[in-house]
């Protein structure tokens, strides 16, 4: 039998978590985008302290590094909730690149790299970036592509290559990079912890994209030039790359689901609240069937991509990472266009209101058509979802 109820405690849990995003998130998001635009932190800093003392920071970690060792299916409770707002997670220290930064220190770094970099990363003292992707010929859906190499060098590596889309690198204390260490297709690549200021590091730019920048979401360029990085620096061991990005990308795609199923649910909610008072053609507009059908639409998307998260991460929970994959792009796949659907939809409603940025529809659309190309596009998920279904890997019927 199938159960969808918390336990106590995770509920409760829940309550608070969502509590906290209504009463201090959602009031102080404009002034934190705002603050932001400077690049001051204040407001949100005044918000981490507070879940900090309240036990709600860095929930996904072990509580020996402050957080409280939820499992993913804990994760899908709380990060939904904190989903809410594009600042929600921030306030909590678990938003990407971060969150799953964390977890791959935690899971493959050696003792003196987590001493210096996973303590003040989980103390919000710091932030991070993973720089996977490469401009055209490099690697992008295609990882095999992965041009930025490291060879092995007296008592240590030097990388060299060129990185963009490192969300938050510009600001970051440090870097994961991956880099080619060999032609073995299996294993030819190894992720390295690079110091973001270390010699032969160039940011070379921000990249101007379709979303205004919204914290560490903002898309960073490197070049590596003789990169010099101690043996101690590599997660795992080399040739243990491409395993890595997988054991870290098919949890992060379950986060990025859960925060936006939880901002498209706002999106939603407050399409209600406006189409249940506003009146066109003598009716209110939640009287005319071609509204309807769209809440329908939202509200099946949303309640689907939540089952598909839920399906998928208990099979994490379980130790069925392998056989948890093609359900983790399904569900990706899914809850992104959902989300760019719901935005798009939420704007349609609210008519030219909703077109202004006297509401965030807009602002939130462009920010949300990126899900549908990071952690791999669409298409990639498609055909992962076919392949695995052709050759009996994957049941529709759980």
């Known amino acids: 039998m199938i159960s969808f109820d918390l336990p106590p405690e995770l509920a409760e849990l829940r309550t608070r978590v969502r509590a906290f995003v209504d009463d201090h998130i959602l009031p102080n998001e404009a002034k934190i985008l705002e603050e932001d635009r400077t690049k001051k932190r204040d407001t949100l800093n005044a918000l981490r302290k507070q879940t900090r003392e309240q036990g709600m920071f860095v929930p996904h970690l072990p509580k020996e590094h402050g957080g409280l060792g939820l499992g993913i299916m804990g994760m899908c409770a709380l990060f939904r909730e904190m989903g809410r707002s594009p600042i929600g997670a921030s306030c909590f220290n678990c938003d990407a690149p971060d969150q799953g930064n964390m977890d791959l220190l935690l899971r493959s770094a050696s003792p003196s790299i987590r001493e210096t970099w996973l303590a003040p990363l989980a103390r919000g003292e710091i932030t991070s970036g993973f720089a996977m992707t490469e401009p055209a010929p490099g690697a992008g859906a295609d990882p095999s592509n992965l041009k930025t190499a490291a060879r092995e060098d007296g008592d240590g590596w030097v990388i060299d290559g060129h990185k963009w889309y490192t969300t938050g690198g510009g600001d970051a204390s440090f870097l994961i990079v991956m880099a080619r260490t060999s032609d073995d297709r299996s294993r030819g690549a190894t992720m390295f912890v690079v110091d973001r200021h270390a010699e032969g590091v160039e940011h070379v730019r921000d990249i101007p994209v379709m979303s205004p920048p919204i914290l560490q979401h903002r898309e960073g360029e490197f070049r590596f030039r003789g990169v010099r990085v101690k043996k101690e620096a590599i ?29 498209a649910d706002r999106a939603l909610t407050m399409c209600r609240e406006y189409v249940t008072t506003r009146e066109s053609f003598g009716k209110t507009l939640a009287h005319h069937q071609m509204i309807q059908v769209m809440i329908a639409n939202a509200v099946a998307g949303i309640h689907a991509g939540n089952l598909m998260t839920l399906h998928c991460a208990s099979m994490l929970e379980k130790g069925l990472d392998k056989e948890a994959r093609p359900y983790s792009s399904m569900a990706k796949n899914h809850v992104a266009n959902v989300l760019c659907q719901v935005m798009d939809d939420a704007i349609q409603m609210h008519g030219s209101l909703g077109y202004s940025e006297d509401m965030p529809f807009a602002t939130w659309y462009r920010f949300a058509r990126s899900a549908r190309i990071a ?6 998920h498609k055909v992962v979802v076919a392949r695995d279904f052709l050759r009996g890997a994957l049941t529709t019927l759980v």
């Open 235 to 263: 997660l795992g061991n080399v040739g243990d790359g491409f395993s890595l990005a997988q054991a870290r990308l098919v949890p992060a795609r379950l986060t990025h689901c859960m925060r936006w199923l939880g901002w």
């Open 375 to 380: 952690d791999g596009p669409d298409e990639v």
